[in-house]
């Protein structure tokens, strides 16, 4: 109820799904039997991988949010810990009315230099620095996430990198900020030799030349 003079407050709250799935261990069994997984793979490395991206799957989720609040029809893929590794698909699909399927990869930038500016605007137009460069995908799996999307009759657009804004985060609280990388611009993508886990490999990295913004990526899409 409502005094008299007062105005009527309606809050709408969004919740978005994040949870990382896990298959049963009867399952983990069969597929190992049938080789579709490794056999030196243990059931507690799956569960350790769940809890591990649990922060990857929530930020794919708040993007996906983000470009539907821009009018795109973005869904993100549902995410399960199979250890089927070969199994290589992009992280949000954007359906377009005449029926196209678009992939979109989205990454998270945790190493030096890759701090933007304070946004523009609310930051679908962009920050008032970007970085010198950002990391895509190691070579090996974009180039398999491509060849994925090719079977399923999708376009993979492109990767939107998710980087710290410098002067509004701190060692405790990060702010992020969404810069797109269009795969049209990956003839301009240099490759670079970078390591993860004591991991060395070749990874595509993006040059601030080719960074776009999200609004940028709505415009895209809209020429499908």
Not at 87 to 93: H, P, R, S
Not at 196 to 223: H, I, P, Q
């Amino acid at each position: 109820m409502k005094d008299s003079g007062q105005e009527e407050i309606t809050v709408t709250f969004t919740r978005v799904d994040s949870r990382v799935n896990i298959i049963s261990r009867e399952q983990f069994t069969e597929d190992q039997n049938k080789r579709k997984i490794p056999s030196y793979l243990k059931y507690k490395d799956l569960q350790r991988y769940a809890q591990t991206y649990q922060r990857s799957h929530r930020l794919e989720c708040y993007l996906a949010h983000q470009l539907r609040k821009l009018g795109l029809d973005a869904e993100v893929l549902p995410s399960k810990a199979d250890g089927n590794t070969k199994a290589k698909q992009a992280d949000i699909i954007i359906s377009t009315p005449n029926g196209q399927k678009l992939a979109l990869e989205v990454k998270e930038a945790r190493y030096k230099g890759c701090t933007l500016g304070l946004p523009i605007s609310d930051g679908t137009d962009g920050y008032s620095r970007l970085p010198k460069s950002l990391i895509i995908d190691s070579c090996s799996s974009w180039d398999a996430k491509v060849r994925a999307c090719e079977r399923r009759g999708e376009v993979l657009l492109g990767c939107v990198v998710l980087a710290p804004i410098g002067r509004i985060s701190d060692d405790e609280f990060t702010v992020l900020g969404s810069v797109y990388c269009p795969a049209d611009l990956s003839d301009g993508w240099v490759i670079e030799e970078t390591s993860n886990r004591g991991r060395w490999y070749e990874a595509y990295v993006c040059e601030r030349k080719d960074m776009r913004t999200l609004s940028d990526l709505v415009n895209e899409v809209k020429t499908w």
